[in-house]
């Protein structure tokens, strides 16, 4: 990846989130999922879509692979 002095930050962060969750993409994901509920009321709708989508992945239990 080319080196970009102004992503360099943003990278950085990402970097070291991913090291709290020990690099597993599960776990960080189910993170998210976690703090997008916490603050959803703060969430604007994205222009002309249902909330159904974002409803369902909100409730939705995650199953494991096989």
């Known amino acids: 990846m080319k080196p970009d002095p ?6 950085d962060i990402r970097v070291k989130i991913s090291r709290e969750f ?5 776990r960080l ?4 999922l976690a703090y997008q509920r916490k603050f959803g ?3 604007r ?3 002309g ?4 989508v ?7 239990q995650s199953t494991p692979r096989r």
Not at 22 to 26: H, I, K, L, T, V
Not at 29 to 32: R, S
Not at 49 to 52: A, D, G, I, L
Not at 54 to 60: L, N
């Open 49 to 52: 879509r249902s909330r159904q």
């Open 45 to 47: 709708p994205a222009h």
């Open 29 to 32: 994901v189910e993170y998210y």
């Open 22 to 26: 020990g690099n597993d993409p599960r």
């Open 54 to 60: 974002s409803d369902e992945a909100a409730t939705r």
């Open 6 to 11: 102004g992503l360099k930050p943003t990278r």
């Open 41 to 43: 009321t703060r969430l």
